[in-house]
């Protein structure tokens, strides 16, 4: 079988060393990649590094090579064209359809799915210039993955720094899988809670549960590839951020309760993926709880958390949001799921029978997708993404 076909472009950013990291994982997993760089993006890495690794001739204008007609031939062959990472004026000639350099003329010619990954200066990320470009191109199909926070060029810090290349493949690869598929989520916020909480009982100790996270992460990565803006609170999990996530940490219940009802106000859909513990210590000891010779142990007193699902679900911030709940059982897991689906007043409800060795941790998952409209969707033995794929299949029709 041919290797799928991608194109790489690259402009000007100083973010372009890593577009090297990002055509390796691509090259190394089985994918032909073809380099179109800007003639900006040869000032910071140069054309014998592209050539080299990836195999190809590398050529910034339309002049080079002129009897293969390269400004239509190479986007009409793609399977993708991914831009890491994409400058201010990269963003704005596309949008405006402008084809002044090979790179502009492959993303006019090719008609696969196109990602881009936007990184600059907070300033020009949040200019309404940028903003409107980045719109347009959602709106045309594209998905346009969200720059991260944290260290820009020089001291400064903010949005609009290049995610990790390692997670931009991962949105690559998703987005290849999804084929001629549309990004069925562009436009909508999305918001998934992952992990599990920690109920502190002194400064060194803490009750939690083995939830990994890595369903959640699942969700997020599946919906960043389908186009949503995905915000992501997770719980300890001590996970890589994916690409084009905002994501928030908190470590308790309460916090997890607060960052979900503040990031839900304008989410059309809300995933509680995470495990939230139902109990938390009645009190906390500021200092570490000593063992003391001949005594026994003082009980712990445990008190209710609150039950964010059930509260998501009744206080919904608009009529038609989707609230989607994980329900982890170890016996009678379906009459359990079902029970609970009518309590919580959720849409979806993700039942998956978990015990000490299956599901938490595990790279797979195993589950049915309980609705509230009756239907009953079994997701056989397969990877935590191909359950998230099938939430989000489901989710997408019922959204207004
Ligand atoms: C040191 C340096 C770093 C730059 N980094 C960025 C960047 O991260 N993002 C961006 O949008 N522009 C950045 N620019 C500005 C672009 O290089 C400039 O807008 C250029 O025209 C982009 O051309 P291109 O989009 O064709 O690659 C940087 C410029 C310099 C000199």
């Known amino acids: 079988m041919d290797k799928p076909k991608v194109v790489l472009g690259v402009s000007g950013g100083i973010a372009a060393y890593k577009a090297c990291e990002l055509l390796r994982r691509l090259t190394e997993s089985g994918h032909d990649v073809r ?15 592209w050539s080299a690794l990836s195999g190809h001739p590398v050529a910034t204008e339309v002049w080079n090579d002129v009897h293969e007609v390269p400004h239509v031939r190479i986007g009409q062959g793609a399977d993708l064209v991914v831009v890491a990472p994409a400058t201010a004026d990269t963003l704005a ?11 502009t003329n492959t993303l006019l010619t090719a008609r696969c799915p196109v990602v881009f990954a936007p990184a600059m200066h907070t300033e020009m ?41 390692g997670e931009i493949f991962e949105v690559c690869r998703r987005v290849l899988t999804r084929g001629a598929a549309e990004p069925d989520l562009a436009g909508r916020h999305v918001v998934i809670s992952a992990g599990g909480t920690r109920e ?27 186009g949503a803006r995905v915000t992501l609170i997770e719980a300890n999990t001590g996970l890589p951020d994916p690409a084009g996530a905002d994501v928030v940490s908190v470590g308790t219940a309460v916090q997890l309760r607060e960052a979900v009802l503040r990031a839900a ?9 995470a495990a939230v513990a139902d ?63 009518r309590r919580k007043g959720c849409d979806l409800l993700v039942v998956n029978e978990v015990g000490e060795r299956r599901t938490f941790g595990s790279e797979d998952n195993e589950a049915v997708v309980l609705g509230a409209d009756g239907t009953e969707t079994p997701v056989p033995h397969g990877p935590k993404e191909a359950l998230a794929d099938t939430v989000w299949d489901l989710v997408s029709p019922r959204l207004g």
């Open 279 to 341: 109990f938390r210590p009645a009190a906390y000891a500021p200092g570490k709880i000593k063992k003391r010779d001949g005594q026994e142990p003082e009980p712990v007193a445990l008190v209710r958390n609150p039950d964010i699902l059930a509260e998501v679900s009744a206080g919904r911030a608009r009529p038609d949001q989707i609230v989607v709940g994980f329900a982890a059982e170890t016996d009678d897991v379906l009459a359990n799921g079902r029970e609970k689906l």
């Open 200 to 226: 502190p009982l002194d400064p060194v100790r803490y009750l939690g549960n083995r939830s990994s996270g890595k369903q959640g992460y699942a969700l997020a990565r599946t919906a960043v590839a389908r």
């Open 35 to 49: 380099v179109v760089p800007t003639e900006s993006a040869l000032h910071f890495v140069g054309a014998a590094t």
């Open 93 to 103: 000639r596309a949008a405006h359809g402008l084809a002044d350099d090979l790179l």
């Open 125 to 165: 990320w949040e200019h309404p210039a940028t903003r409107e470009n980045v719109a347009t191109l959602r709106r045309r199909g594209a998905v346009v993955i969200e720059p991260a926070v944290g260290r820009l060029t020089g001291v400064d810090t903010g949005k609009g720094r290049l995610p990790d290349p």
């Open 265 to 273: 106000a304008d989410a059309d859909v809300v995933v509680m993926a």
